[in-house]
């Protein structure tokens, strides 16, 4: 997928999907000149925000790893990163069909909770799985790492009677979602 | 009906296409090869593995998995195939992480079932050592019909040497190609996500202890369980984290409470005797297309049916919890958002002129409507599931988790095992009203228990005066007294009751006339001293053997088994030197299995002043009529607390008593 670029999430055979997961995986980037075998551990968290009607209503990240009504569930918080095999570090599980009928967005945002900016990041992406038969349905590879410590990754939005995935991409600043908020607010 | 095959033993398959369940501790890699008369295998082609995971009839899962299901159709087969062997390897023998050895993992368990799954047979495969792959069945032709062998056996040399014994030539090249492809499949799968109650302990995760709208500094419920996610510095608009305190949460979260003393550490666990694989969780039939699958009582996770309920239970308490959770969040939305559009309709100025301003607020009404509509639709949907589940495992629940009025009390049996947890009463939300979930706190106790006669909030607003309100408080007390004393084994757990003035008596009549008691209850100042004194010591005594690491060095009459100490009318009867007895009995008492249960009401010993506050606080209060004062670990919805009644007229009471009581008799003889 490329920025800006959206799908809807409709299987094949035209059935609409119920669960998916957003996976996000990075490894840190490594250190230049001496001593590069000390590991720089980078510590990115993915977090999804509920959106009704452009208010928030809910937050699922590593401090609140279910959102109230368990249709999202973050399945915790990974500090250091990848093993190098390109697999999920963190993963958000969305269970579609139990999504509040109020909530008409989520929004998958990346931050980088030790401060380093993307630049010490590398092969960092975000992909969107179908978690019924573990299939990937897009892949969004976070490009030239800048100097910027949070990403607004993704949307997932209601549109008819299924639901949307929008790639976004946008570079913020921010430790915790909290600080993404005005980020977020325009991309809604 | 399943036959459980032991190795070697056959078994005739009446249906031709079938299920595999393999279910092993750790992640294992599930192969299925097809062999001719004399077992061989002709080619790669012969052999369905992640790395080609459809042949002709089989299908089996593309990673490792600690649990699978083959489809195997036998009809599919060609004739020239007499033998499906169903293989099993640990993904990563000879370096990578995970065991290498089948010794060091659970025996692998596999079940053949039909398609809806009904078993057929099932095989343990145990005695495995240095192994590494293992043919578990056989699926095999004889005389035109098909039968199932257990087979078990195991090659140290993995998969490679499994593939040679059965005459594959390329054994090695296969054997490769299938660890690449777990190592792939393996690359891209993410842990499965933390068993849903333990919501607690995470990284960074600060618990901080949120306060209860009940308590208001005078009734705290203690029990930091999982708190509510404390946000830093949350957006607008996120709804508020002060709910009330999860009192209730941590009875299902929290571990047995650590061994007492010193000693070396005993990483058994405290209630799982032996390793074998669970038998296979009674499966749901199928359900119709389009229809949600029939509930079926035991459908959890866990390695007794005790234990499946236990969590089935918990299970329906959180989905309760949380669908409560979207319905309440969405009608707030709806009313906030009709609220701001009235507002709005009403400032423009436009709306004031001619029917514009009737017909904005008619259509903020109609958009309230139906997102209330889709709320309560949705609800209804999941209340409905909750409902048919809660019908079948009701009646399904052991007397330590059923009701009193369930029929399982009547076929009451002196039980010689402790169980889980107990019932003390039901829960349920008033959007929910079918619905009452058990409240099923973990034995043993690990803290006493407050029986409130004191005035609470009655629900149904029915005025309840304080004569009544005490009698029905130690009505409760006796039912949940009786219910502890059923539940454990004979001899195991001991009631004392002190009764000052008596008071008590006609409630407590079902205990005093089985004769379950240690002593009649104690009245007056002489016999509460007496009895206070006796279980002060009885602490002292348990408490420096077991820190001693001496526990079979007490004098006769002292042990270890479980006591409870219901005080009536406190603070009547009571000294300042009975009050500190008391007040070391809570402390010092619930960790050598010494627990009070107060029926009292807290205002009558306010003279104490704050004295006795962490006593009140060391205990969980329940009430003796409907309340709503106990939060659950998820959302913090305050649930309404039903006390567990005997049915009126009803002799199970006494029935149930007379039974524990010529147990004890035979027991102490």
């Given at each position: 997928m490329t920025k800006g670029q959206a799908i809807s999430l409709q299987k094949n055979d035209g059935g609409s999907l119920t669960a998916v997961r957003m996976g996000l995986g990075w490894q840190a980037a490594p250190r230049r000149g001496l001593f590069g075998s000390r590991t720089r551990e980078v510590d990115l968290d993915a977090s999804a925000v509920l959106f009704a009607d452009k208010q928030p209503v809910d937050v699922v990240f590593f401090r609140h790893l279910v959102s109230d009504d368990g249709s999202v569930r973050h399945t915790g918080d990974n500090l250091v990163g990848g093993v190098g095999q390109g697999g999920d570090d963190e993963a958000i599980l969305v269970d579609l069909s139990r999504v509040?009928?109020?909530?008409d967005q989520i929004v998958f945002t990346v931050n980088s909770f030790t401060g380093q900016t993307f630049q010490e990041v590398q092969n960092a992406f975000c992909r969107l799985v179908d978690e019924t038969n573990g299939q990937e349905l897009a892949r969004y590879t976070l490009a030239g790492g800048g100097a910027y410590t949070a990403q607004i990754m993704a949307k997932v939005h209601r549109s008819g009677s299924g639901w949307t995935m929008t790639a976004l991409g946008n570079p913020a600043n921010g430790r915790t979602f909290q600080d993404l908020m005005p980020a977020i607010l325009p991309v809604l | 009906m399943t036959a459980e095959l032991v190795r070697g033993q056959n078994h005739p398959l009446s249906q031709s296409r079938l299920e595999i369940r393999i279910s092993a501790g750790t992640p294992i890699v599930a192969a299925a090869a097809l062999g001719d008369e004399n077992g061989r295998i002709h080619g790669t082609e012969w052999v369905a593995h992640p790395g080609a995971p459809t042949q002709p009839g089989l299908e089996v899962s593309r990673q490792a998995a600690a649990d699978h299901r083959l489809a195997v159709d036998l009809d599919a087969m060609t004739d020239a195939v007499h033998r499906v062997s169903v293989l099993l390897a640990l993904p990563a023998p000879g370096g990578g992480p995970g065991p290498v050895r089948f010794g060091a993992v659970a025996a692998p368990f596999v079940a053949v079932t039909g398609l809806?799954?009904?078993?057929i047979a099932s095989y343990t495969i145990t005695g495995l050592e240095a192994e590494s792959a293992v043919v578990a069945l056989e699926l095999y032709r004889r005389q035109g019909a098909w039968k199932v062998r257990a087979v078990g056996q195991g090659y140290a040399g993995g998969l490679a040497e499994l593939f040679t014994d059965q005459g594959l030539s390329q054994a090695q090249q296969l054997a490769a190609g299938i660890g690449e492809a777990v190592a792939r499949g393996l690359a891209r799968s993410v842990q499965a996500p933390p068993p849903r109650p333990s919501d607690g302990d995470r990284s960074r995760q600060a618990a901080a202890p949120a306060v209860g709208p009940d308590q208001g500094g005078t009734a705290p419920q203690g029990a930091p369980g999982p708190v509510p996610p404390a946000y830093g510095g949350q957006p607008a608009g996120l709804p508020g984290q002060d709910g009330p305190q999860p009192a209730y949460g941590g009875a299902g979260a929290a571990d047995p409470s650590p061994a007492v003393g010193g000693g070396p550490i005993d990483y058994s666990h405290p209630r799982r005797q032996t390793s074998a694989p669970p038998p296979p969780p009674p499966t749901a039939p199928p359900s119709l297309p389009g229809q949600p699958a029939q509930p079926v009582a035991g459908d959890a996770t866990g390695w007794s049916m005790e234990e499946r309920l236990y969590n089935q239970v918990w299970g329906m308490f959180e989905d309760l919890a949380r669908t409560t959770a979207a319905y309440r969040s969405a009608v707030d939305f709806a009313e906030s958002r009709m609220d701001k559009e009235l507002e709005q309709a009403l400032s423009d100025p436009r709306s004031r002129i001619g029917g514009q301003g009737d017909a904005a607020r008619e259509a903020a009404r109609a958009r309230h409507g139906r997102l209330v509509d889709q709320a309560r639709e949705a609800l209804d949907r999941d209340l409905a599931q909750l409902v048919a589940e809660a019908e079948v495992v009701e009646p399904a629940l052991p007397p330590a988790f059923a009701r009193w009025d369930n029929p399982v009390w009547h076929a009451y049996r002196v039980p010689m095992e402790i169980p889980m947890a107990l019932r003390l009463g039901d829960l349920r939300l008033p959007e929910a009203d079918r619905i009452r979930i058990p409240m099923l706190l973990r034995l043993p106790l690990e803290r006493g228990l407050w029986i409130d006669?004191?005035?609470?909030?009655s629900l149904d607003g029915s005025f309840t005066d304080s004569h009544d309100m005490r009698r029905l408080a130690m009505e409760t007390a006796v039912a949940h007294a009786a219910r502890l004393l059923a539940v454990y084994p004979a001899g195991e757990f001991t009631v004392h009751v002190i009764d000052p003035a008596g008071s008590g008596a006609q409630a407590l009549a079902p205990l005093t006339r089985t004769g379950v008691l240690a002593a009649p209850p104690a009245v007056g100042a002489a016999g509460v001293t007496d009895v206070l004194g006796r279980l002060t010591q009885r602490v002292d005594l348990v408490q420096m053997a077991l820190r001693g690491g001496a526990p079979d060095a007490l004098p006769p009459g002292f042990d270890t088994s479980q006591q409870l100490l219901i005080v009536n009318d406190f603070p009547h009867g009571f000294d300042d030197r009975a009050v500190n007895q008391l007040r070391y009995l809570a402390d010092e008492g619930p960790s050598v299995g010494v627990h009070l249960m107060m029926v009292a009401d807290r205002e009558e010993s306010a003279g104490y002043g704050p004295l006795l506050d962490p006593l009140w606080r060391s205990l969980l209060r329940l009430t003796p009529v409907a309340d709503d004062h106990l939060a659950d670990p998820w959302v913090g919805h305050a649930w309404t607390y039903e006390p567990p009644l005997v049915p009126p007229g009803s002799q199970v009471l006494h029935q149930v008593l007379t039974q524990v009581a010529a147990a004890r008799r035979s027991w102490s003889r």
């Open positions: 509040p009928v109020h909530i | 809806d799954g009904t078993g006669s004191g005035r609470t909030g």
